[in-house]
């Protein structure tokens, strides 16, 4: 029976939405097609009804894990003053720094990512230049590009700290970094910048 549009791309989003966890778990090149169909409870034969390639099934993947931390960080920034922040603490707590099922792409397989093809490297670098547009949004006490500056920064030492964290094989010295990281970012959240002076008449 010919399945319709919509089922068809219900079935697309959930192998899209199981190759980003399995990505994330196993890494890209250690994550077949055949393992990502199983995960979906699929059969390997159906992939190519959807996908040209496995490039493209890597791309779309990586472009849907990056739009889930966007909506988070935008849902985290409207829920008021402070939640950014408990935002960040969440990203840099020891029960996060492991989670791959909800865990961020260029933390798990940010290396395998930087020697992909140009469509998931184009992916990447949209869902970063939205997420510090969106931190950017945060800041109400800086010009654009200051906010804008400070928002890569913040960004770019979540990602570092976690990356660290993960690779480092003493559990102290990964808590340490986390918690050094998350306590100067929150400081930085918290100091404001100074308002400009008015220029004398």
Not at 113 to 120: F, I, M, N, S
Not at 182 to 189: D, E, S
């Amino acid at each position: 029976m010919k399945k319709s549009k919509e089922e068809t791309a219900k079935t697309r989003k959930r192998i899209v939405e199981v190759a980003a966890q399995q990505f994330r778990r196993n890494g890209i090149h250690q994550t077949g097609v055949a393992e990502v169909m199983a995960a979906a409870g699929l059969t390997q034969g159906g992939f190519y009804r959807h996908f040209a390639s496995k490039d493209q099934l890597v791309a779309e993947a990586c472009a849907a894990s990056m739009q889930n931390l966007v909506n988070t960080a935008k849902t985290a920034i409207k829920s008021g003053d402070g939640a950014f922040v408990k935002h960040v603490e969440k990203f840099l707590s020891i029960q996060y720094f492991d989670n791959w099922l909800a865990g961020c792409p260029l933390v798990f397989i940010g290396s395998e990512l930087a020697r992909a093809d140009l469509d998931t490297r184009r992916a990447a670098s949209q869902g970063y230049r939205d997420l510090v547009e969106v931190i950017a949004t945060d800041d109400r006490y800086r010009d654009a590009p200051s906010a804008r500056a400070e928002a890569i920064f913040t960004l770019s030492a979540m990602i570092g700290a976690v990356t660290i964290a993960r690779i480092v094989d003493d559990p102290r010295l990964s808590a340490l970094i986390l918690n050094e990281t998350k306590n100067h970012l929150a400081a930085r959240f918290k100091k404001k910048a100074p308002k400009k002076r008015r220029a004398a008449l």
